[in-house]
């Protein structure tokens, strides 16, 4: 499906989901999600956004990403700017097989890693089979 020129990121994502109560563009960043026998990893492209300004938190089998990116103080006049800024808002409905008690992450050069551990009996197992 082609997106026409009147539909861009920032409208498709206020127009979808739950109304916003607060005013100015919200953004949905980009995220790739890995999974391996133990764990999914989520990747979240948050460029110019701080640890301190990110509310990442788990509620109900959902984990909720959040939080706001402010524009930079600069001087002179913009040429171009593709840049978003405002705040962000991702759900994701997780499998009831995560152990939210140890869910980890780290915010570095502006990349979320969010680890989402399996629980130990959704893990495979090799089992030994005897003669």
């Not at 959902?62 to 600069?74: E, I, N, S, T």
């Not at 700017?81 to 980890?104: K, N």
């Not at 780290?106 to 551990?117: K, R």
Request: hydrophobic share 35%; net charge negative.
């Amino acid at each position: 499906m082609l997106e026409t020129p009147e539909l861009s990121q920032k409208s498709r994502a206020e127009s979808s989901g739950a109304e916003h109560l607060r005013g100015g563009p919200q953004f949905v960043p980009q995220v790739d999600i890995y999974e391996s026998d133990k764990e999914l990893v989520l990747f979240a492209d948050l460029p110019g956004v701080a640890p301190a300004d990110i509310d990442l938190h788990y509620e109900r089998g959902q984990l909720v990403l959040q939080g706001k990116v402010m524009r930079p103080r600069q001087e002179g006049t913009a040429i171009a700017t593709e840049y978003e800024y405002g705040d962000f808002h991702r759900v994701f409905q997780l499998h009831e097989t995560i152990d939210s008690t140890a869910i980890e992450a780290e915010c570095n050069n502006g990349v979320l890693t969010v680890h989402l551990p399996k629980e130990q009996k959704a893990q495979p197992r090799k089992i030994n089979v005897r003669q």
